[in-house]
């Protein structure tokens, strides 16, 4: 029984690592996924998957610049942090990550290996943060993020930044964010408290990593984040979550989109992703999807999905909000 059980230790373990735990640039197909959770999780602790370091040092010839207060409300101080190069001249493209955390939790510092690498590369990064719950409910978390492009590109002279060069990018809640921004910036009811005078919130791109964007699925109605982010259940106010669906806004003047998703995501349904997707072509508008065999939710903490996130957000930026040369 031992011996048995050995062999199969060993055949998992030959059936991981075959598994590609690396990506190079070039390679025609993202990396390889995992057979279930279960593999995955196995690839971590064996030593096979490495995850990226979420809290990299600044490098020195970064600008940064933390805690810029953008909005303040009912006393509480919404702030960003920003980055470009020290050297930089004249006016970048700018990238505003969102981050995640089932609208409850997460900090803006959650993104910095994204922030540093883009602003090594010759962007102006920016992250920001958002009232979470449960002190705050939908649609707080809209009218603060759409406030912060307003306010970015309002201040852009002072920060290197091209006001018609501006990209969203969040993961999770943080992508669902994103997708609003996107596809809602000009609806009034998400434009309350932005003293910011009629500067738009309207953005030039938007890169989704596996965010919800239907909340009206069975799924997703019944999900608790959800009747916590919306302060309520479905049978209480069916139309108010199609309102806090991106979905519900896209139309035939939103920008080009970047989706990542992964098939082994248990938070966030691949199928919303699949729906966005068609949506968006509906309407003819540019969406470029990435639908990632055997990853999970947050799989771009896996040094390969990272490397291979970037590398085609890279591609995908320099088509719609190319860097000034």
């Known amino acids: 029984m031992k011996t048995k059980n050995i062999v199969l230790l060993v055949l998992l373990a030959m059936l991981i690592f075959s598994c590609a735990n690396e990506w190079h640039v070039g390679d025609k197909n993202p990396p390889a996924g995992y057979f279930n959770d279960t593999f995955l999780k196995a690839a971590y602790v064996l030593g096979f998957l490495k995850l990226v370091d979420t809290n990299p040092p600044v490098p020195p010839e970064l600008q940064e610049y933390k805690a810029i207060e953008y909005k303040n409300i009912d006393g509480k101080s919404l702030k960003l942090d920003l980055y470009y190069k020290k050297q930089i001249t004249g006016k970048a493209p700018l990238l505003i990550f969102i981050h995640g955390g089932g609208w409850r939790k997460g900090k803006r510092e959650d993104y910095l290996k994204y922030l540093l690498d883009f602003a090594g590369r010759g962007y102006v990064t920016a992250t ?55 596809y809602a910036a000009d609806v009034p009811q998400f434009n309350i408290g932005c003293e910011t005078g009629k500067t738009s919130g309207r953005v030039q791109a938007v890169i989704n990593l596996y965010g919800p964007t239907n909340l009206t699925t069975e799924y997703a109605r019944t999900h608790t984040s959800t009747n916590n982010f919306l302060g309520m259940k479905y049978a209480d106010n069916p139309a108010l979550f199609a309102t806090a669906s991106p979905l519900s806004y896209i139309s035939a003047d939103d920008p080009p989109t970047l989706i990542f998703h992964g098939t082994l995501d248990d938070l966030v349904p691949v199928s919303q992703s699949d729906s966005l997707h068609s949506k968006l072509n509906s309407f003819g508008i540019t969406s470029e999807y990435h639908r990632l065999e055997g990853w999970p939710h947050t799989m771009d903490l896996a040094e390969p999905i990272n490397e291979y996130c970037q590398f085609t957000m890279t591609q995908f930026l320099e088509k719609y909000i190319p860097l000034n040369k």
């Open 128 to 182: 920001i943060s958002y009232r979470l719950l449960p002190q705050s409910t939908f649609p707080d978390a809209v009218e603060d993020v759409i406030c912060a492009v307003r306010w970015l590109r309002k201040n852009a002279d002072s920060y290197h930044i091209d006001p018609d060069k501006i990209a969203v990018i969040g993961g999770s809640a943080g992508g669902y964010l994103a997708s609003m921004i996107g």
